[in-house]
């Protein structure tokens, strides 16, 4: 009797151990249990959330962080948002740090849940401020990325939709140049002079541009991945200023933001040595999994 009480005891206890090792973590904000069996990377990312996401989007969002992961991607990203989301505060939490970025300006952004964010009706009404300052974050100063998925373009006109900005002493900008539809930017460049600019039929829908710098006098323009405009720029300094979705942070003001407004639905900032073409392809198998 003895023997077959110890044997149960220590079935018990395995049988415990192993259901405890597979429950993952505590949400930080929500303080629920997250269940995530895919990698510890996952796990993490959703107790980073504001609220736990119904269990689809848990599914999506495994998927992809351990894609990411196995890709070699996750490693080298040092900011992601994501627009489809349940709900605007967990579309705002930052997956690697949760901390949450915010709607800001006297006409803020919009929020369409599982889509996008809208970027404001109004001229410099407003942002998405990160809280996301690459000065203090850890970026190299020749070694970064800056990353957008466009899902809406503004109806055009002469003002400049803007992406990602920041801007005091040295400049950080992606811009659609609606006058001339080129696509201009800037990349830990010198406030003063013009940006460089990539003649194109302007910016297009469902479609993952990244501005980075590689090198001492290297910056270049992506699209889905791909190089498409390579520059020779030299380094002058890293912006000190939370950097802005959908408008630019003008040294603490919103600035050279279009009336039509943008939409974007990621914003991914990291290292020059991510693997853009598996990061658009993984955005996307995002994006259409959590299309309502």
Not at 63 to 75: E, M, R, T
Request: hydrophobic letters at 40%; one cysteine or more.
């Amino acid at each position: 009797m003895r023997k077959l009480l110890t044997i149960l005891l220590l079935f018990f206890c395995l049988y415990g151990q192993a259901q405890f090792v597979g429950a993952g973590a505590i949400n930080q904000q929500s303080s629920r249990v997250v269940t995530i069996t895919g990698c510890p990377e996952a796990t993490a990312a959703i107790a980073n959330l504001a609220t736990l996401p119904p269990q689809a989007t848990q599914d999506n969002l495994t998927d992809l962080v351990c894609g990411c992961v196995d890709d070699g991607n996750w490693s080298l990203i040092r900011y992601i948002i994501l627009a489809a989301m349940d709900t605007q505060a967990n579309s705002l939490s930052d997956l690697i740090n949760g901390t949450d970025a915010m709607f800001i300006g006297t006409t803020p952004p919009t929020f369409t849940a599982y889509v996008k964010w809208t970027g404001s009706s109004a001229i410099n009404g407003g942002a998405i401020d990160t809280n996301w300052n690459p000065a203090t974050v850890g970026v190299g100063d020749n070694d970064a990325s800056y990353s957008v998925y466009v899902n809406g373009i503004g109806g055009g006109g002469t003002s400049n939709h803007d992406y990602v900005g920041g801007r005091n002493a040295y400049k950080l900008i992606l811009q659609d140049n609606q006058s001339t539809t080129d696509i201009k930017w800037r990349v830990h460049s010198t406030a003063a002079g013009a940006l460089d600019t990539y003649t194109a039929a302007g910016m297009a829908v469902d479609t993952y541009y990244t501005i980075e710098r590689s090198g001492a006098t290297s910056q270049d323009l992506l699209i889905d991945g791909s190089s498409v405009h390579a520059t020779t720029r030299s380094f002058f300094g890293v912006p000190s200023v939370d950097i802005y979705g959908l408008a630019i942070n003008n040294n603490g003001s919103i600035s050279d933001e279009a009336q039509s407004p943008s939409s974007a639905a990621a914003f991914v900032f990291g290292t020059s040595g991510i693997d853009h073409i598996k990061m658009n392809t993984r955005i996307e198998t995002w994006i259409t999994a959590q299309a309502p």
